[in-house]
């Protein structure tokens, strides 16, 4: 990654900091664009060149869809040619932009109580969510050849996003922890229910 994009990330997640920060202390209403601009010390125009509104701040990038070289890379049948594990990598990268949790930790801890405080920006979360479940079916589809109509890449899709946010409950992103241990909760939870659906030997 260049630094002009490093730039534009750390810029992004100031604003995006900065009106979770905002918006925890002093609630949604009381909050402007022109406070969490000045807050991630830019201007008001920068703001909108990163979020349309200050919800969309507040609700911030997780999960996001993978990045272009991460989905083509799955969808050749990589990076490791094993299914589940490929599919961790692409969870994982939704859910982690580095391997430092402890951002990550407090950065979930802020989340939830915004969802709490302010239950207007749930449906902006969830509909995170679905766009990802929609794009993860769609790169499922393409990565086995699924004909047109096919429903399959879609359930598993679903499936590996009721994983994720299992995982997103799970985690306890202590000191120490890494994307490794993600990884790991991710493929015991799939281990766990290829089990409750595996065919009955009766």
Known sequence: MGLRERKKQATRRALQEAAARLTLERGLEHVTVEEIAAEADVSTRTFFNYFATKEEAVVGD???APDEETRRTFVEGGPSGVFVD????????TLLSS????????AMRARKRLMEHEPQLVPGML??????ELELGRAIAERTDAPDGDER???????A??????????LNFREGEGAADVRAVLRDAFRHIGRAYAPSDD
Do not use: E, G, Q, Y
Not at 86 to 93: K, M, P, Q, R, S
Not at 153 to 159: D, G, N, S, W, Y
């Open 161 to 170: 996003m009721a994983v994720m946010r299992h995982t997103l409950k799970c």
């Open 62 to 64: 997780v999960p996001t």
């Open 127 to 132: 509909s995170r969510f679905h766009n990802l």
């Open 99 to 106: 391997d430092d949790l402890a951002a990550h930790r407090a």
């Open 86 to 93: 490929d599919l961790i990598t692409v969870l994982t990268d």
């Open 153 to 159: 890449p879609h359930l598993v899709a679903a499936t």
